[in-house]
């Protein structure tokens, strides 16, 4: 019995030296021998690692890049501030699965601490499967795919929550991930200009979670104060643009559709395909930069079927204060004025149409009577 009890420990350091066994989380270090993520010796090992689904890798030190360039699974990737590079590279076609179900991690899946401010991107092929969250506590955007030579991209099957922050999954990239996907707690998901993401059996936007971007997307359920906000969301601009739908796009009583109309152009909503179902709030945010009056095309695909907003309202950005509830009028027709910026508005929930008429400043319009009058009076 002595005997066996000196061996074991002696057998499992001989077993962890190889790389056949590995710590429930690997650090990678600041300085290392190159940038493969399985050298052992990157993390303060020896060998190769071997992980799993009870693994937990992080990344939150030095300039050295990381390059996945062998497949392999684990349960957690973590990058983190002093991770002071932008990629999660790939090479060789390899494929990293992130794999739920394993009782040593919390929340499998990815987490961009909180104080990163560089874009974070993920350019190896990933898979996520069963149970998994993504969640970026940073301030920029976390990518999936790479737009440039188009590696990478989101695959795998399970059930998907994106929390915190903004995901962006890259255009020019196969996105082939076939689960439900839910988008809540303060998370956004963006399918940006060519991208597009409809493989997915459900994507439900939830309590503060946002859909965005100009790409293309299928089915979407939008509930319980869950946002549309076609364009960017995050550091990665602002500018106008036209969300693409495939499929319902159900917009529940106490979903919300934003859509931003500047001197630059409109924001959009275009179902392709399937039908809209209207409800929640409709707000409009007329930015202090425009300046002209107008009919917008805001929304297209909808048909006799697709009813009515709850509300419509009216705010603009931080240089205006005033909210303006319109007034549906009925048939699906709001009015009101919005004498802060000076403008009458309508929108049409039939047609998905806005129109912007300038009111003349109440000066102008009381001294031009007083001006006829002055001139009348001369003439006598």
Same mark, same amino acid.
């Given at each position: 019995?002595?005997?066996?009890?000196?061996?074991?420990?002696?057998?499992?350091?001989?077993?962890?030296g190889?790389?056949?066994?590995?710590?429930?989380?690997?650090?990678?270090?600041?300085?290392?021998?190159?940038?493969?993520?399985?050298?052992?010796?990157?993390?303060?090992?020896?060998?190769?690692?071997?992980?799993?689904?009870?693994?937990?890798?992080?990344y939150?030190?030095?300039?050295?890049?990381v390059?996945?360039?062998?497949?392999?699974?684990?349960?957690?990737?973590?990058?983190?501030?002093?991770?002071?590079?932008?990629?999660?590279?790939?090479?060789? @076609? =390899? #494929?990293?699965?992130?794999? +739920? /179900?394993?009782?040593?991690?919390? %929340?499998? $899946?990815?987490?961009?601490?909180?104080?990163?401010?560089?874009?974070?991107?993920v350019?190896?092929?990933?898979?996520?499967?069963?149970?998994?969250?993504?969640?970026?506590?940073?301030?920029?955007?976390?990518?999936?795919?790479?737009?440039?030579?188009?590696?990478?991209?989101?695959?795998?099957?399970?059930?998907?929550?994106?929390?915190?922050?903004?995901?962006?999954l890259?255009?020019?990239?196969?996105?082939?991930?076939?689960?439900?996907?839910?988008?809540?707690?303060?998370?956004?998901?963006?399918?940006?200009?060519?991208?597009?993401?409809?493989?997915?059996?459900?994507?439900?936007?939830?309590?503060?979670?946002?859909?965005s971007?100009?790409?293309?997307? @299928? =089915? #979407?359920?939008?509930?319980? +104060? /869950?946002?549309?906000?076609?364009? %960017?969301? $995050?550091?990665?601009?602002?500018?106008?643009?036209?969300?693409?739908?495939?499929?319902?796009?159900?917009?529940?009583?106490?979903?919300?559709?934003?859509?931003?109309?500047?001197?630059?152009?409109?924001?959009?909503?275009?179902?392709?395909?399937?039908?809209?179902?209207?409800g929640?709030?409709?707000?409009?945010?007329?930015?202090?930069?425009?300046?002209?009056?107008?009919?917008?095309?805001?929304?297209?695909?909808?048909?006799?079927?697709?009813?009515?907003?709850?509300?419509?309202?009216?705010?603009?950005?931080?240089?205006?204060?005033?909210?303006?509830?319109?007034?549906?009028?009925?048939?699906?027709?709001?009015?009101?004025?919005?004498?802060?910026?000076?403008?009458? #508005?309508?929108?049409?929930?039939?047609?998905?149409?806005?129109?912007?008429?300038?009111?003349?400043?109440?000066?102008?319009?009381?001294?031009?009577?007083?001006?006829?009058?002055?001139?009348?009076?001369?003439r006598?």
């Amino acid at each position: 019995m002595y005997y066996l009890s000196r061996i074991a420990p002696l057998a499992a350091l001989a077993l962890l030296g190889s790389g056949d066994l590995h710590a429930a989380t690997n650090t990678w270090l600041e300085t290392g021998p190159n940038n493969n993520w399985l050298n052992a010796v990157n993390y303060g090992g020896t060998g190769t690692l071997a992980p799993t689904n009870a693994d937990t890798f992080v990344y939150d030190a030095g300039a050295r890049g990381v390059t996945v360039n062998s497949s392999g699974t684990i349960g957690k990737l973590v990058v983190g501030q002093n991770y002071a590079v932008t990629n999660v590279n790939q090479a060789g @076609g =390899a #494929v990293l699965t992130i794999q +739920g /179900g394993s009782a040593e991690v919390s %929340s499998p $899946g990815i987490e961009v601490l909180a104080g990163r401010t560089t874009n974070t991107n993920v350019h190896a092929k990933l898979i996520l499967d069963g149970n998994t969250t993504i969640s970026n506590s940073g301030s920029s955007r976390l990518r999936i795919g790479n737009p440039d030579n188009g590696n990478g991209g989101l695959g795998g099957s399970g059930t998907l929550n994106i929390r915190s922050g903004v995901t962006l999954l890259a255009e020019n990239v196969s996105h082939t991930y076939s689960g439900a996907v839910t988008v809540d707690n303060n998370g956004t998901l963006q399918v940006p200009n060519t991208g597009l993401f409809t493989t997915y059996s459900n994507l439900s936007i939830g309590a503060s979670g946002t859909l965005s971007g100009a790409g293309t997307v @299928g =089915a #979407v359920d939008v509930h319980s +104060g /869950g946002r549309i906000s076609p364009g %960017s969301e $995050g550091n990665i601009g602002a500018g106008p643009a036209t969300l693409n739908f495939t499929s319902l796009l159900s917009l529940q009583s106490t979903g919300l559709l934003t859509l931003d109309v500047k001197a630059a152009g409109v924001d959009a909503i275009n179902v392709t395909a399937g039908s809209i179902d209207l409800g929640g709030e409709l707000r409009l945010r007329l930015n202090s930069d425009y300046s002209s009056s107008g009919t917008y095309q805001l929304i297209q695909g909808l048909d006799a079927s697709s009813g009515n907003f709850n509300s419509v309202t009216i705010r603009t950005d931080a240089n205006t204060t005033g909210v303006v509830s319109l007034t549906d009028i009925g048939n699906g027709i709001w009015t009101g004025n919005f004498a802060e910026r000076g403008y009458d #508005v309508s929108f049409d929930a039939n047609t998905g149409t806005l129109n912007l008429a300038s009111v003349p400043e109440p000066t102008l319009a009381l001294l031009f009577p007083l001006g006829l009058a002055a001139l009348i009076l001369r003439r006598r």
